[in-house]
């Protein structure tokens, strides 16, 4: 019988076993993976992939998820988590509560999408001096790369009518290299 060689392609994220389970350990142990409710996350965090607008600070950091995805047909799901962060010096008056979000979604084939709508995953956080409000979302793409940016919209919780915009900063979003079951054939 005959097998399918794309039904059985899957993303191999190491030489061997021996340096993934070494490198997802020294990951772990680093503080490079997040535990949150002690559970592991594979959050890849780039020091670049931060934005300060004002007294607030967003900062991402990313995750491909192998299991969710599949090379045929091209669906590459990411995970990614969004910290808020408003200065601990910042003045009481300049909380705020995040009303709405804005991305600009673009793949590896310069395909853009926009999405906006209230709040974060259906919530509306208050951010104040030395507050942190974190969360996770998803998003997939048909092509093995990509990238997000945006802003948020907030309105001071002293002021209702003033509303500002703040920056979300681009992150990237990679599946990491892998080749299909045919090639492992016959390379």
């Known amino acids: 019988m005959a097998r399918n060689p794309a039904a059985i392609d899957m993303f191999i994220i190491g030489a061997t076993f021996t340096d993934w389970f070494t490198s997802y350990v020294n990951n772990v142990v680093s503080g490079g993976f997040p535990i949150i409710r002690d559970q592991i996350f594979r959050y890849v965090h780039d020091p670049e992939c931060v934005a300060t607008t004002g007294d607030i600070t967003v900062s991402v950091s990313t995750s491909f998820l192998p299991e969710l995805s599949s090379v045929h047909p091209p669906h590459y799901f990411f995970t990614y988590r969004i910290r808020i962060e408003m200065s601990k010096d910042a003045l009481p008056e300049k909380a705020c509560q995040l009303d709405s979000r804005y991305w600009r ?5 310069g395909d853009v999408e926009e999405v906006q709508g209230p709040g974060v995953v259906g919530e509306f956080p208050i951010i104040s001096p030395g ?3 974190e969360y996770t979302s998803c998003t997939t793409f048909s092509t093995t ?43």
Do not use: W
């Not at 979604?105 to 084939?109: L, Y």
């Not at 919780?157 to 990679?174: G, S």
């Open 105 to 109: 979604i673009t793949n590896a084939k």
């Open 131 to 133: 507050r942190v409000y």
């Open 145 to 187: 790369s990509g990238y997000m940016e945006g802003y948020y919209t907030f309105h001071f919780l002293y002021f209702k009518d003033k509303i500002f915009n703040v920056a979300i900063p681009r992150f990237h979003m990679a599946c990491p290299t892998f080749r299909v079951s045919i090639a492992r054939l016959v390379g």
